[in-house]
């Protein structure tokens, strides 16, 4: 359930030869000012290393300390769970499986001459995931999310990842695969269409609001909680609508499209639509019942009278149906995949699984 995690280290101490760089401050060349020179820790002759910042990047963990300008110094390591118990991040890990990998965290970090008690450390960032194997290829989901909306968050599209975020939380969904493809991971032993669902808390204070701890000692009895509060962030952002609610969202992005062919042939704009995006490919997306709610809308508006609605109704879901029965008998099989029944299967698995 848990990926990457990062934790502000509350009590630290750098020891002599410790395996850290040190990146000096930037030099002002006209008044030779030293722009970023703060004190990041005293040294075991009581001296103060100064710089602007000092790092760690190791095979497992990555160290950050960081002063700033308003007074103090902080120490982030950061890491990924499945990665170090298990070589790669697919599958989860357990809660003493988790545990083992937070020991093995303290001790490589004393290793590199960092001593910590981490048990006392705060979680920055937690991210929480989900892998779903689905019954389509991701591409066939993308329309669907392209129309999905978070309350209070930008959604990005980056092809393969859809991303709804604000500076507190992230909701992230992407080809899980093509992932690890694109990192020359071998995947073959891999179910191949896995959807990857991450819920991740950017800060302490909203894993605090979320988690109802922030303490890496407190992690262990709130174990169980991890998975509820992943289903209630994407139940509520995301998968909170009804089946029906999401007819009648892809109708309006059916009815955008009929607006535009009918601005340029008013006539037979319908058709238009249809030569273009293809009838199949159009009930297969959209499904029948957006396609007529928006012919219908568009049409009254139009006052158009309601025998001509009905004619134009029937004469489009008609062929929506011959489409698909003629694609049917080309596979051999009824595929029936609708934006709507493509929402109702990610919800399931999502939230109520």
């Known amino acids: 359930m848990l990926d990457t995690v990062k934790l502000c280290l509350n009590d630290w101490e750098i020891k002599a030869g410790a395996n850290l760089l040190i990146q000096p401050s930037p030099l002002n060349y006209g008044t030779g000012e030293l722009t970023s020179y703060f004190p990041l820790w005293r040294n075991e002759n009581g001296e103060m290393e100064m710089g602007s910042k000092a790092y760690l990047n190791a095979k497992n963990l990555n160290v950050d300390i960081k002063p700033y300008p308003q007074g103090g110094v902080q120490c982030f390591v950061h890491f990924s769970i499945p990665k170090i118990h298990n070589g790669e991040n697919y599958y989860s890990v357990g809660k003493e499986g988790t545990q083992a990998v937070l020991k093995q965290v303290e ?5 590199a001459g960092i001593k910590t008690n981490i048990e006392e450390a705060s979680l920055s960032r937690i991210d929480t995931f989900q892998n779903v194997i689905t019954e389509e290829p991701f591409f066939s989901y993308s329309p669907l999310f392209s129309l999905l909306q978070a309350s209070r968050k930008v959604r990005r599209d980056y092809g393969s990842t859809f991303l709804w975020s604000n500076t507190q939380q992230e909701l992230c ?14 995947t073959s032993h891999y179910p191949a269409q ?9 800060n302490k204070k909203k894993i605090e609001k979320a988690m109802g701890f922030s303490k890496v000692k407190e992690l262990p009895s709130h174990w169980g909680d991890f998975k509820e509060t992943f289903k209630k962030a994407w139940e509520k952002d995301i998968f909170k609508m009804e089946v029906g609610e999401v007819e009648i969202l892809a ?8 607006e535009h062919f009918r601005n340029e042939n008013e006539r037979n704009y319908i058709d238009s639509l249809f030569d273009f995006y293809g009838a199949y490919t159009l009930g297969r997306d959209y499904g029948i019942t957006p396609l007529k709610i928006a012919i219908r809308e568009l049409e009254q508006e139009n006052k158009t009278d309601r025998e001509t609605i009905k004619k134009k109704i029937q004469r489009a879901g008609k062929k929506l149906e011959e489409a698909q029965k003629q694609m049917e008998l080309l596979k051999g099989e009824s595929e029936g995949k609708t934006l709507a029944s493509l929402y109702k299967e990610l919800q399931s698995k999502v939230c109520l699984n």
């Open 251 to 258: 109708s309006k992005q059916v009815r955008l499209l009929l």
């Open 173 to 186: 969904v992407y080809d899980k695969i093509a992932e690890m493809e694109n990192r020359k991971l071998e």
């Open 107 to 111: 001790g490589e970090l004393k290793e």
């Open 194 to 202: 896995t959807m990857r669902f991450e819920y991740r808390l950017l």
